[in-house]
């Protein structure tokens, strides 16, 4: 620890002229909710219109026939 310390300690500031500035959360972590896609299929987390596609065996069959 002591020489990670003496490493970080050589580096300079460069944010020191800053003034602080207040967190803002997303109103859901605010409130302590889980994220508005959690619990989805990967499909509507991402807006996905237009449905699934078949699996691949399905569309063998499809255009075999």
Do not use: C, N
């Not at 460069?14 to 896609?37: A, D, F, M, N, R």
């Amino acid at each position: 620890m002591a020489l990670l310390r003496l490493i970080i300690s050589r580096y300079p500031v460069i944010t020191g002229h800053l003034e602080p500035q207040p967190i803002q959360l997303l109103p859901w972590v605010e409130q302590k909710l889980p994220p508005p896609w959690a619990g989805k299929k990967s499909g509507d987390r991402f807006g996905d219109k237009r449905g699934r596609r078949p699996k691949k065996s399905a569309r063998k069959k499809m255009t075999a026939g």
